[in-house]
């Protein structure tokens, strides 16, 4: 049996709601449940692609780079809609180290000339299909080589901030770091302290 077989279950159809920036789609199946009956089911699945996030990381200064940016569904649970988190971005198609570092010199100046793969996670798997690769880039905040802040044709206008790292790893305490890729992130650095230096 291979990873896309399994006789638990069995999709019976397959619908398209919505097909723009994100798809999605209207997923009818049937389950074997655990006490032998069986279930139809039907699911939305959000389709957003593949994607990748990035920590900066300064080792001589102990600071990491995140960005801040206008997410909406933020703002529609009551929130400022400004998150801070770690760059990230959709692959578009390119691997996920080369589409990391691009994304990283589009939102924050820094050129990554290497990034080292952590992990990959699945982000919501009840709902969307989105996997992302999560790297470490180990940059020199005094080399920044553009002013970053995202693609204006893309609608992005992202704030840049040079942050101290104990002071970030307390802001996930104080929730004003509250984005679950950034989150991450910071854990992997507190728990692999001697990796950041290389």
Known sequence: MTKHEDQRFRIIDRRTLWNGFVNLEQITLEQMMSDGSTARLVREVHDHGRAATILLFDPERQMVVL?????????LQGESGYLIEAPAGLLDGEAPEVAICREAMEETGYHIESALHLFDAYMSPGSITERTSFFLGRIDTSKKVAPGGGLAHEG??????????????????TGEVCDAKTIMLLQWAMLNRAALSG
């Open 67 to 75: 960005v801040r940016q206008l997410r909406l569904p933020v703002f």
């Open 156 to 173: 992005e206008d992202i704030e840049v901030l040079e942050i101290p790292f104990e002071e970030a790893i307390a802001m996930i305490g």
